[in-house]
């Protein structure tokens, strides 16, 4: 496999963008790309205000802001970011269609022996891989929200995908500072299977009554240690994103993954959670 200097993130949302900040952290040169131009100015102003924050709390030096913002160039053209990288990472929406369509160009404008990785949440990463010449070099490099403080990186081998190209993949977490682990190709992976019987269970206590939102959060805290409640989580990840894994789980495994009614009401209200302003809480009132 190549050495990789230089790696392109498709996709400047919340994923690319914080992805690229930590790829430029970790000393390598970033192409983030992503075909609107507001959507990039967007990122690196994100992205410079999370490396001053960073500073404000003592975690990075003020001079790495600097550093890590002259890493960072940005491109509207699939093409222009698939000429001249070492490895790129596709972290755009969670739609087969538009995975398949944009590795299928990434194909043609990189090189062989670039590794094309996707950060799909629960996407079987042969499916993604069937659109490729080579799905050997096809991994699935699962990040976590957000990926400058989360830790975790599944590396998903598909059925096609080369031990090097795993290898590499694993390697590269492991130069971003993170604490990557092999997964099989399997819908939804390890922690988002596990992630979404959760909460689904916790969505079907809320709609039999047996406690508040609140209160289920509030217990999930202090009996199990987890940072943020199920109903704070799922608002962050937003709702209509947890009904859309769910509805593909429900697909591969059957009746025991099928979405709680209380979910498809929510989405169907308009409540997606904090990106919509309400949720299973009002972030209206908050603010």
């Not at 900040?21 to 990122?43: N, Q, W």
Request: charged share 25%; glycine share 8%.
């Amino acid at each position: 496999m190549r050495e990789v200097k230089r790696v392109s993130v498709i996709g400047s949302g919340i994923m690319g963008s914080g992805i690229a900040r930590v790829a430029a952290e970790s000393g390598f040169e970033v192409t983030l790309m992503d075909s609107s131009e507001e959507a990039l100015k967007r990122a690196l102003s994100t992205i410079e205000r999370g490396l001053h924050k960073a500073v404000e709390k003592g975690l990075i030096a003020q001079e790495k802001v600097a550093e890590a913002m002259k890493r960072i160039g940005t491109t509207s053209s699939l093409q222009e970011a698939s000429v001249n990288t070492d490895f790129v990472i596709e972290a755009v929406v969670e739609k087969v269609e538009v995975k398949k369509e944009i590795f299928s160009q990434l194909d043609q404008w990189t090189k062989p022996d670039v590794i094309l990785a996707t950060n799909t949440s629960q996407i079987p990463i042969t499916q993604v891989g069937s659109s490729v010449k080579d799905p050997s070099r096809v991994v699935g490099m699962h990040w976590f929200n957000p990926p400058v403080q989360m830790k975790l990186i599944e590396v998903i081998e598909g059925l096609l995908t080369s031990k090097e190209v795993l290898k590499a993949t694993f390697d590269l977490a492991l130069a971003f500072g993170k604490e990557p682990i092999f997964v099989k190709d399997r819908q939804g992976f390890l922690v988002n299977r596990a992630l979404g019987v959760f909460l689904a269970e916790c969505f079907r206590m809320l709609d039999e009554g047996v406690s508040t939102a609140e209160e289920i959060d509030k217990a999930i805290k202090l009996g199990l240690g987890h940072p943020m409640g199920p109903f704070e989580l799922a608002d962050m990840i937003g709702l209509d994103t947890i009904l859309n894994t769910s509805e593909q789980m429900h697909k591969v495994y059957g009746e025991r993954r099928l979405p709680p009614q209380i979910l498809r009401l929510m989405v169907a209200a308009g409540r997606f959670g904090r990106k919509s302003g309400a949720g299973f809480y009002d972030y209206t009132k908050k603010a």
